[in-house]
């Protein structure tokens, strides 16, 4: 009886071992996949079956997820041609105008359309990369891409999630990284810009109360930077039509920066607006010392002498 249990126990070892054996390593999921990928595309044939097996070995191998994150948030989007009433949507021109019956102009514009189940398991795949690496840049930027492609013109969870991000590195400065690489704040910073643009291209009032909510809080974590001063003074100049308002904020970056080209052009064309020439005049010879476009300098130039 002894012989039979050690015999079974030195077979079932024996399996194990081999079983352990025969396990795929991650590293070759990873170049299946990467090989599938070039060969067909991110949503390619037999994809989705190696990342299904890959998760199966590996549930936290951050290659894996980050794969999946992919290839779900990929499937889900298929494109439409969409016709609005509008010559921009989403910031965007359209792809060509039409005359309806009345003679009124129909634009159309290609639109991203989303399965809602896909992109929920995109979202829910990201989420648990964030949360087995919190630091992380890269994975909260894929979140944050991925909502404001999905929300369009309504970006609210979008602008949320990008507003918690903010609010986490200004109170517990945490060491980023991205792409296995430390980042300092100037990355974060022109991280948190891209998305700022982002929502004052898009045009609609959600993306511009979220572009202003986004700029204000940055402006009171970085008081130096003359950059959130400028979108707040362009979310007056652009969304409200609040030239005084907007000169303010355009007044407090200059005073951070008195040779910020982006406020001193903005003011000229306030300026020029209100037919205020000494202040267009006092923007125009700023210009002509700043800027490095030799085109743009000889015409602030000519423009000058005009003035006097």
């Known amino acids: 009886m002894k012989k039979i249990l050690t015999i079974l126990v030195l077979l079932s070892s024996t399996l194990g071992a081999v079983s352990a054996q025969q396990k795929t390593a991650a590293s070759e999921y990873s170049t ?31 290659d894996m997820l980050r794969a999946k994150f992919s290839y779900y948030l990929t499937k889900s989007i298929s494109t439409e041609v969409v016709s609005r009433d509008t010559d921009r949507y989403l910031g965007q021109k359209p792809l060509m105008s039409l005359k309806d019956s ?47 492609s999905y929300e369009k013109e309504e970006p609210d969870l979008a602008a949320q999630t990008l507003r918690s991000l903010v609010d986490y590195n200004g109170t517990s400065h945490p060491k980023w990284t991205y792409a296995d690489t430390a980042v300092d704040d100037e990355f974060f910073c022109g991280a948190v810009q891209e998305y700022c643009y982002s929502f004052f291209k898009t045009g609609s009032p959600t993306s511009f109360e ?24 362009s ?42 020439t000494k202040l267009e005049k006092k923007y125009l010879q700023t210009l002509v010392k700043i800027t490095p476009d030799e085109t743009e300098k000889a015409s602030a130039q000519i423009r000058l002498s005009s003035l006097k």
């Open 32 to 62: 299946r996949y990467q090989m599938l990928v070039d060969k067909f595309g991110p949503t390619g044939l037999g994809i989705e079956t190696v990342i299904l097996k890959w998760e199966t070995d590996y549930p936290e191998d951050m």
């Open 102 to 148: 009345l003679g009124n102009d129909v634009y159309y514009f290609q639109e991203n359309i989303f399965d809602e189940e896909l992109f929920s398991t995109a979202i829910q795949t990201v989420d648990k990369s964030i949360s087995l690496k919190p630091l992380d840049l890269s994975l909260r930027i894929n979140k944050i891409t991925a909502l404001l």
């Open 210 to 233: 979220a572009f202003l909510s986004i700029s204000e809080r940055m402006a009171s974590l970085y008081p130096k930077n003359p950059l959130y001063q400028d979108n707040i003074g």
């Open 235 to 276: 979310y007056y100049q652009v969304y409200k039509k609040d030239e005084k308002q907007a000169l303010k904020y355009y007044g407090k970056a200059l005073k951070l920066d008195p040779n910020d080209y982006t406020a001193v052009k903005n003011c000229i064309i306030i300026a020029r607006r209100q037919k205020n």
